[in-house]
């Protein structure tokens, strides 16, 4: 069964420090990736998303992600972290199978950030 | 453009009642789903819509779940009769067309079960 793995619960960063949000994946054949944040209050936002072609994919807010097949992994950075980047981060996978989108999530990561 | 609302953004009903919670996907989205996070645990699939038909339901967890989606449009997910299990954050998420549309979210309804 495919499943994501998001090994950090919480972290927390100083405001201008770079930032890795670790995603694990397991999934038999090419998965569609996908970042979202969540801001309190509000719903689940899209960040980014990878399908195919160049493995390292450009998002919203300076967020970037890299595709990493040998590793199953599609780890999010920022160079550079914000105080509004405070949020809750969700890793998913989409199977796609007969072309419809039902995304499977990790847990998620809870950013902190100290100003 | 709206995006996708959610009705009502909090419920807190006693064990055996029965709630109804409402979605109401960006205008012209044939796809809706439904999603749902228990507290401190992934946010798992429970169905998907394509117009009014239910596409895949094989996230719902039992019979005590029914959704429904009328003419197409707005959504409904009826607990009946709701246990404390159910509590969580209940999403739902609307995309134009198939395979690779972006899902958008709306914020969500809390569901407290006493």
């Given at each position: 069964?495919?499943s994501?793995?998001q090994?950090d619960?919480?972290?927390t960063?100083?405001?201008?420090?770079?930032?890795?949000?670790?995603?694990?994946?397991?999934?038999?054949?090419?998965?569609?990736?996908?970042?979202?944040?969540?801001?309190p209050?509000q719903?689940?936002?899209?960040?980014l998303?990878?399908?195919?072609?160049?493995?390292?994919?450009?998002g919203?807010?300076?967020?970037?992600?890299?595709?990493k097949?040998?590793?199953?992994?599609?780890?999010?950075?920022?160079?550079?972290?914000?105080?509004?980047d405070?949020?809750?981060?969700f890793?998913?996978?989409?199977?796609?199978?007969?072309?419809?989108?039902?995304?499977i999530?990790?847990?998620?990561?809870?950013l902190?950030?100290?100003? | 453009?709206?995006?996708?609302?959610?009705?009502?953004s909090?419920?807190?009903?006693?064990?055996?009642?029965?709630?109804?919670l409402?979605?109401?996907?960006?205008?012209?989205?044939d796809?809706?789903?439904?999603?749902r996070?228990?507290?401190g645990?992934?946010i798992k699939?429970l169905?998907?819509?394509?117009?009014?038909?239910?596409?895949?339901?094989?996230?719902m967890p039992?019979?005590?779940?029914?959704?429904?989606r009328t003419?197409?449009t707005y959504?409904t997910?009826?607990v009946?009769?709701?246990?404390?299990?159910?509590?969580?954050?209940?999403?739902?998420?609307?995309?134009?067309?198939?395979?690779t549309?972006?899902?958008?979210f709306?914020?969500g309804?809390?569901?407290?079960v006493?």
């Open positions: 069964a495919q994501v793995t090994p619960i919480h972290i960063v100083s405001e201008g420090a770079s930032l890795e949000l670790r995603c694990n994946y397991s999934y038999g054949a090419t998965p569609y990736l996908f970042w979202y944040v969540q801001s209050g719903g689940l936002q899209l960040l998303k990878y399908f195919s072609g160049d493995t390292l994919v450009q919203i807010k300076g967020f970037e992600a890299e595709f097949r040998s590793q199953s992994s599609f780890n999010l950075r920022k160079p550079s972290v914000h105080w509004s405070a949020a809750e981060y890793c998913a996978v989409s199977p796609h199978s007969g072309g419809y989108n039902k995304l999530f990790g847990a998620g990561t809870r902190a950030v100290h100003p | 453009e709206a995006g996708v609302t959610q009705f009502p909090h419920s807190v009903i006693e064990k055996g009642q029965t709630v109804t409402r979605c109401d996907p960006i205008s012209g989205h796809n809706l789903y439904w999603y996070r228990v507290m645990k992934e699939f169905l998907h819509f394509v117009k009014e038909s239910k596409q895949d339901e094989s996230g039992n019979n005590r779940f029914l959704a429904e003419g197409g959504s997910l009826k009946q009769p709701a246990e404390l299990e159910d509590s969580g954050v209940y999403f739902c998420a609307s995309s134009p067309g198939q395979g549309d972006t899902q958008y709306g914020p309804t809390r569901l407290t006493l």
